[in-house]
């Protein structure tokens, strides 16, 4: 009886430039290391994808890449970024910043968000809204179950009220010193409070600093 089995594979493009680069490196098959995926490696497995898709053998699944505080990269980064969004094989890109003008790094040019305006050119931009309290006050509950810390209402109310008048990070950041003040034991207000004194926010941490200078003065 004639039986066919179909299997299917699930592989990065990454994957295919690490077995065609050990392929084509004597050295690499014996010694193992000295690894490098060259740009025709790259091309040489970007042409069999692409066949491979014309030939029904293969579907593409674009990936995704998410670049957080994107204007930190360098006017290098973001030329080498531009080049790979042409290519057919190339993930959806999300860059992410909460900067307004600020100078590319690597030059002397203020753009917009800290990026260059021929990528800005290729982006769509999305404005994004700070979070709500009511948003504010479930990511806490989320972090913290995450974390295997309980807590009270009471105290996940107040880091909600103080991620709206400070940060959402710093709300989250207090968890973990909150806990450790408890001893184990259920978070309660009182105990955020008191985290609250040992590490400021960045707006008390401004203010104290500036009102030092003026004493040194």
Not at 42 to 67: H, S
Not at 99 to 126: F, N, S, V, Y
Request: hydrophobic letters at 40%; a negative charge; one cysteine or more.
């Amino acid at each position: 009886v004639l039986k066919i089995k179909e299997f299917t594979y699930t592989v990065t493009l990454h994957d295919l430039d690490v077995v065609n680069a050990r392929a084509g490196g004597i050295f690499s098959l014996f010694f193992g290391g000295g690894l490098e995926i060259t740009d025709e490696v790259r091309e040489r497995v970007d042409d069999t994808v692409k066949q491979w898709i014309e030939e029904g053998k293969a579907t593409l699944v674009p990936g995704v890449l998410f670049i957080d505080e994107c204007h930190m990269l360098d006017i290098e980064a973001f030329s080498f970024l531009a080049r790979a969004m042409e290519s057919e094989l190339a993930p959806i890109l999300i860059l992410a910043t909460n900067r307004g003008k600020t100078k590319i790094r690597g030059t002397d040019i203020e753009a917009p968000h800290g990026i260059p305006i021929d990528m800005l050119d290729r982006l769509l931009i999305i404005n994004t809204e700070p979070y709500r309290k009511e948003e504010i006050r479930e990511i806490v509950k989320i972090r913290a179950g995450e974390e295997g810390i309980e807590i009270s209402d009471e105290a996940i109310e107040y880091l909600a009220e103080l991620g709206e008048k400070t940060s959402l990070r710093y709300a989250v950041q207090l968890l973990a010193p909150a806990s450790i003040l408890a001893g184990g034991k259920r978070v309660e207000k009182e105990h955020i409070t008191k985290a609250e004194e040992y590490f400021a926010d960045i707006k008390r941490s401004i203010n104290y600093v500036e009102n030092l200078e003026g004493m040194l003065r």
